[in-house]
Nanobody, 121 residues
Framework: QVQLVESGGGLVQAGGSLRLSCAASGTIFSIDAMGWYRQAPGKQRELVAQVTNSDSTDYVDSVKGRFIISRDRAKNTGYLQMNKLKPEDTAVYYC???????????????WGQGTQVTVSS
């Protein structure tokens, strides 16, 4: 089994910054991709940012130029640096990882429990 634990959420004023972390633990051979999703009240969960096995990154248009996704392979940890936060960024943020637990096995998708980010105006 694999566990993802997010941290770093909280309350911040508009224009401020937060850094989310997602630490993976358990039986891990490799983490092929990591992503951050968010879900605001009454809305569907959306992909905010992702980093692939080749370290290419992609962002939803609304956060381009403000958010940066990164990963530390040695620590099995992913990060989301969020700058110039806006009230519309308020949501529960979830970490997702595609994990191979053993060399010959397929990837399995795991989710964290979510961390609340609230941006006040």
């Amino acid at each position: 089994q694999v566990q993802l634990v997010e941290s770093g959420g909280g309350l911040v004023q508009a224009g401020g910054s937060l850094r989310l972390s997602c630490a993976a633990s358990g039986t891990i051979f490799s983490i092929d991709a990591m992503g951050w999703y968010r879900q605001a009240p009454g809305k569907q969960r959306e992909l905010v940012a992702q980093v692939t096995n080749s370290d290419s990154t992609d962002y939803v248009d609304s956060v381009k130029g403000r958010f940066i996704i990164s990963r530390d392979r040695a620590k099995n940890t992913g990060y989301l640096q969020m700058n110039k936060l806006k009230p519309e960024d308020t949501a529960v943020y979830y970490c997702n990882a595609l994990v191979k637990q053993r060399w010959a096995e397929n990837e399995i998708s795991y989710w964290g429990q979510g961390t609340q980010v609230t941006v006040s105006s």
